[in-house]
């Protein structure tokens, strides 16, 4: 019933933007920290951005300043802008949620979509 549901990737080139998406159900989507992560081939599974359930943001270096994580409590969606793209963002984008610290701990991940940004 909890489903996690990632759109918005593709091919772009250098330079160019995307907007993922990452539709929530089944969950009590107001008490939940959602974060963005990506893996590259070979890499280990990084943290992105997150932003907890009243709008405050953390981002990881090398996306700052080019990445910007929403969320839109009323429609249980959370996205990531993505701008100034380059080659190093090419992953495999994944939505997560986490209940915050006060509740029962829940995580719950989408299945991921993948970015290339190539020429």
């Known amino acids: 019933q909890v489903q996690l549901v990632e759109s918005g990737g593709g091919l772009v080139q250098p330079g160019g933007s995307l907007r993922l998406s990452c539709a929530a159900s089944?969950?009590?989507?107001?008490?939940?920290?959602m974060a963005w992560y990506r893996q590259a081939p070979g890499k280990q599974r990084d943290l992105v951005a997150t932003?907890?359930?009243?709008?405050?943001?953390h981002y990881a270096d090398s996306v700052k300043g080019r990445f910007t994580i929403s969320r839109d409590n009323a429609k249980n969606t959370v996205s990531l802008q993505m701008n100034s793209l380059n080659a190093e963002d090419t992953a495999v984008y994944y939505c997560?949620?986490?209940?915050?610290?006060?509740?029962?701990?829940?995580?719950?991940w989408g299945q991921g979509t993948q970015v290339t940004v190539s020429s």
């Open positions: 932003i907890t359930s009243t709008g405050n943001t």
């Open positions: 089944g969950i009590a989507f107001n008490i939940y920290v």
């Open positions: 997560k949620a986490e209940s915050e610290p006060q509740f029962t701990r829940r995580v719950y």
